[in-house]
């Protein structure tokens, strides 16, 4: 999961399945440069492959390490036809 705060503009955060960094950047480049990653929020850029599950009421996806990470009203809907898609 790779995330920006408001607070540090021009910084990203990464989460990883051993560890967290920060870096200078921003999400519109990353997105740019790997496909694979799903803009669920103009905050955060996930890989679906280490999603455990999507709560669609509260919009919220769950990870093997636990984090929770918002998702927005309009992308819920891409996000569950591609979950679809990812699990068969």
């Known amino acids: 999961m790779l995330y920006t705060v408001k607070e540090r503009p021009g910084s990203v955060t990464v989460i990883a399945k051993n560890r967290q960094a920060e870096f200078p950047g921003n999400l519109n480049n990353l997105e740019e440069k790997y496909p694979n990653l799903f803009r669920c929020d103009?905050?955060?850029?996930?890989?679906?492959?280490?999603?455990?599950?999507?709560?669609?009421?509260?919009?919220?996806?769950?990870?093997?390490?636990?984090?929770?990470?918002?998702v927005s009203f309009r992308k819920a809907r891409d996000l569950t036809k591609l979950l679809k898609k990812h699990v068969s």
């Open 42 to 70: 103009k905050s955060y850029l996930v890989n679906l492959d280490h999603v455990r599950s999507f709560d669609a009421q509260a919009r919220q996806l769950q990870f093997n390490q636990g984090l929770v990470c918002k």
